[in-house]
């Protein structure tokens, strides 16, 4: 059964502090992954996409790793701003038309 | 910019009442999608539909049924709401391939 697993389940960080969050999968084949955020009351928003031939893509204080090996991705937010408190979902899409949904990592930064 | 449009932001229902959720997209996207959000779970797809009047099952259909008259419009309905579909629902657009799913702002259902 494809899954996604994030970690951490939620986390919080002083404003200007660095953070790391994981996802791992299952989905196979792999055809892309995907980082949403989502604000509180707003729907998701895309970040940024990996797919398999990329390791590492930046998008402005974002920056995002795939290993299609281990079948790990991260998103790594350097100089947090209160701004960068919501959830962050991964996605993962393989062969259907469907892709994967994780539960979301909840980020709170705190000033 | 992609604008998807939920009708209602919050709704209150009773259990029993036929429930009507609309979504609206702008971009003339193939692809729309019905999802739930609840605490603790994450985002669970209910319907999808990949053109006018087609429609997919996702992993929760139950209790749901939906509707794609037209491209742009794609509803979900509660035949006879229950408690346990009190949620927050999602309505998403896509061309497919790579391209990102397109979300609304939700739209927070209480039943009664």
């Known amino acids: 059964k494809n899954q996604v697993e994030q970690s951490p389940q939620s986390l919080i960080i002083l404003e200007g502090k660095n953070c790391t969050l994981q996802?791992?999968?299952?989905?196979?084949?792999?055809?892309?992954l995907r980082w949403y955020k989502q604000d509180t009351g707003r729907g998701p928003v895309s970040l940024t996409i990996?797919?398999?031939?990329?390791n590492t893509k930046s998008n402005g204080r974002y920056t995002a790793t795939l290993d299609a090996d281990t079948k790990q991705s991260s998103l790594h937010i350097t100089a947090s701003q209160l701004s960068d408190s919501a959830s962050y979902i991964c996605?993962?899409?393989?062969?259907?038309?469907?892709?994967?949904f994780g539960r979301g990592t909840s980020l709170i930064v705190h000033p | 910019d992609v604008k998807v449009t939920q009708s209602s932001r919050y709704l209150v229902k009773r259990t029993g009442e036929k429930v009507f959720l609309e979504c609206v997209q702008d971009?003339?996207?193939?692809?729309m999608f019905w999802y739930r959000q609840d605490p603790g779970l994450g985002l669970r797809l209910i319907y999808f539909?990949?053109?006018?009047?087609?429609?997919e099952k996702g992993d929760i259909p139950e209790g749901y049924s939906v509707s794609r008259e037209k491209k742009e419009r794609f509803s979900l309905i509660l035949e006879s709401a229950s408690t346990n579909q009190t949620s927050m629902y999602l309505c998403?657009?896509?061309?497919?391939?790579?391209?990102?799913?397109?979300f609304g702002d939700g739209t927070r259902l209480s039943i009664l």
């Open positions: 998403a657009s896509s061309t497919g391939g790579n391209q990102p799913q397109h």
């Open positions: 996802c791992n999968y299952t989905v196979s084949p792999f055809s892309n």
């Open positions: 990996m797919t398999f031939s990329e």
């Open positions: 996605v993962v899409r393989g062969g259907s038309y469907i892709p994967t």
């Open positions: 971009m003339d996207h193939e692809n």
């Open positions: 539909s990949y053109d006018v009047k087609m429609k």
